[in-house]
Every structure is written in C-alpha cells, then in structure tokens.
C-alpha cells in the first residue's frame, strides 16, 4: 500500500473513500461542503461516492464521485415517545456493489449502520480495506431499533471495523456498553459540526433598542418544536415589545403555525424568512442576539453548533442528542424543556428582560470553543484513519 505522511510522522493512506447513502439535503451538500474540504486537505487523494444524479459540477474540487444508485424500498417511521422520524429505506444496486468494488480505496469511512454502510462493510472485509466506522450519537435520541436481531447485527459490524468515531459521551458509552467495541479502537470527538460564515450582508433589518432578536432556524415540522417556542415566548409577561423572533425555514407544519401566530395576537412579533439555502444563513445568525432550538427530539442537531460557532448564545433542548457536548463546552448555552411552558419561559424572559444577563451572555459567547471548530472535526477524523491503520497492522502481527 502507498502512502503520505500527515505531517507529524505518521502513516497515512493514498486513498479514503465515503460510502454512505446521501448527503446534504435537496442536492446541497450544506455543512458536509466544509467537511468534505478539510478532509481533502487532510487526505489530498480521498474520494467521495455520491448518487449519480448528484448536482456534482456545483462543487468543483470536492471529488465528488457519482457512482451510486439505488433501490427506493418506501418511508421508514421510527417513534420517539409521540414524536416520529420519517426518513426513506434505499438499497444499493448491483452495480453499485461492483463499482464500490472497483473503487480504488484503502479505507472505506462508513457512517452509522444504513444499508449502504453494511454493503460497504461487507464489501471492505471482502476485499481487505480498512474501515472507520462514524456513529454521532445514542441512536436512542431518534427512536433506531433496538431489538435484538438490530443490535446483534450493530455488534457484528462493530466488532470487525478497525475504528470507530463517535461524537460524545453519550454516543461513547452506546458503543462501549451496547456494542462492547473496546476503547483502545474507539476515537471520542465530533465530526460533524456547522459553521455558518457570519456575514452581515442581506441580514434582517437592525433591532430596534431594547428589542431582543430571537432565531429558530430549521424544518418547520412538530419535532422541531417552533409552537412550543411561541408559545412560551406568549407568556412572557408584558415583553410583547421586547422581541422579534425570526423564523428561518420551511415545512409542513408552516400554515399551522401562522396560524397559531395569529390566534395568539404575534404578528408583529413573528417574522418568516422562509426555507434560505445554507450559504446564506450566516446574515441571520449574526444578527440574532439568541438562538434557540427547542427540538422534541434529535439524534444530534447541528442548530447548537451553529449557533456556538456564530458566536451566539444558545438555548438547547434536553431531547437533543448534543446537548451535553453544547453544555460542557460552550459558556453560554443554556438547557431548555420544550415541554415544560413554564420553566422555558422563565429562561427566555431572563434573556428578553434583563438586558445586563443578555450582554454578558453574548460576550461570554463571543469566543467559540475549539472543539466545534471544522479544523477539530478533521483532526477527528484523521485521528480515526490512523487509528484504523494502526489497529490493522497490529492485528496483522499478532497473526
């Protein structure tokens, strides 16, 4: 096998290549765009698979490589309490099998345990190849199966991978006490993060004085929990002119909650943006004074990081699979309840009301932790490529 140095001595690969199912959303890659280049800054000669019918040309210099198709099996519904995730079931094709077989790879990254990452896997045994498996978080926080032919099969991948990359704590001990992967072949550390340029050009109109302006940005559907945020910001008591709140973002649920404005007397406090693409959110996030993402339910939403890396302070939700990782590192993140009306808006009004606690938040926030950073997120992920070099090769000698 040929190879590079990653700068520190170290061996590293000719050739990473992804294999999962999709990216972004829509045709856009959104934060994976960021990803994607610093892990090409890390492995020059990586490759990326994407769906042949990918919109490759809007990325030039990404190494996207269109070779994937697929089988369209129907929606998926996985429950978490009343909350449900809809996602859709694809399975490789034949050919794709073959082209990922010809793939000139030394490692295969795999993501989760999607019927693209187990062909992956299946075809990286077969043929030799290294295999960093990534797994954000507890896959409890989005309802995955747990029964027991899902986990053995969970603990059969798991156990055969060279590496694995997990997100948080939460996730670590998910694959440690669930999967029983040891700690010597697992890499604890994001690698997925957002950071929206924080540009002032095109951002909504300035606040006016003492008007705090809130940002919820994301799909409009139940799970993110937009009506449960207008409702407790309607039960800030007499603070009617104190806030804006913008909506950035589209969704099922759009009408619903026009609606739900209205009949609570917020028209002028609401404003919709509606769905904005990804390289154009950083305007909003600069303006905002807080933002809040009050989701029912999240296997680890990328709104905290975000807003963490925009400089923004942020409030986050206990049903959100990174809302431990967003406490412990960001000074001025707050947990939130969606639920519990009353306890949530008794933290929005410490922020809509008292304006010297709003100030120190926001300087407080000012400096975003390094570990959210894109250039942590590569250490990573190269930390776990390494790691999977390393842990092949000692097998290797113990044979």
Not at 3 to 11: C, K, S
Not at 150 to 164: C, P, T, Y
Not at 279 to 291: E, Q, R
Request: with cysteine; charged share 20%.
């Amino acid at each position: 096998m040929t190879g590079t140095t990653d700068g520190t001595g170290e061996r590293s690969v000719e050739r990473v290549a992804w294999v999962s199912g999709a990216y972004g959303y829509n045709g856009e890659l959104v934060y994976f765009q960021d990803i994607f280049a610093e892990f090409l800054r890390r492995f020059p000669n990586g490759i990326i698979p994407v769906a042949k019918d990918f919109p490759v040309g809007r990325y030039p210099g990404l190494a996207l490589s269109p070779i994937l198709a697929f089988h369209r099996l129907g929606r998926t519904r996985r429950n978490v309490g009343d909350i449900t995730y809809i996602g859709v079931r694809r399975l490789p094709t034949a050919a794709t099998w073959v082209r990922l077989i010809r793939l000139r790879a030394d490692v295969f990254i795999l993501i989760e345990f999607s019927p693209t990452s187990l062909v992956g896997f299946l075809i990286a045994r077969a043929t030799r190849r290294r295999i960093v498996l990534l797994i954000e978080s507890d896959p409890s926080y989005r309802g995955a199966p747990s029964g027991r032919l899902s986990l053995a099969i969970k603990k059969f991948v798991a156990e055969r991978v060279d590496a694995v990359l997990v997100s948080n704590e939460i996730g670590a001990n998910f694959v440690r006490d669930t999967l029983r992967v040891s700690e010597a072949k697992t890499v604890v550390g994001p690698y997925l993060t957002s950071c929206p340029a924080p540009l002032t050009e095109g951002a909504p109109a300035e606040r006016p004085p003492g008007v705090v302006r809130i940002l919820f940005l994301n799909s409009l559907t139940a799970r993110k929990g937009l009506a449960e945020l207008i409702q407790a910001l309607a039960a800030v008591a007499g603070a009617r002119t104190r806030w804006v709140l913008d909506v950035v973002g589209t969704g099922i649920e759009l009408e619903a909650i026009r609606r739900q404005v209205d009949a609570l007397g917020l028209g002028d406090n609401v404003v919709f943006h509606g769905r904005v693409a990804y390289t154009g959110i950083g305007p909003f996030y600069s303006s905002a004074d807080l933002v809040v993402c009050p989701t029912l339910a999240d296997y680890r939403s990328l709104g905290g990081f975000e807003a963490v890396n925009a400089g923004k302070p942020v409030l986050v939700s206990c049903y959100d699979g990174a809302h431990q990782e967003i406490l412990r590192y960001a000074p001025a993140a707050r947990l939130i309840d969606p639920r519990d009306t009353a306890s949530f808006t008794s933290v929005l009004e410490q922020f809509i009301l008292d304006e010297p606690a709003l100030e120190a938040a926001r300087r407080a926030a000012g400096s975003p932790p390094e570990q959210f950073s894109m250039t942590s997120v590569g250490g990573n992920l190269q930390s776990a490529v390494l790691l999977a070099l390393r842990t092949k090769t000692l097998i290797g000698a113990q044979r």
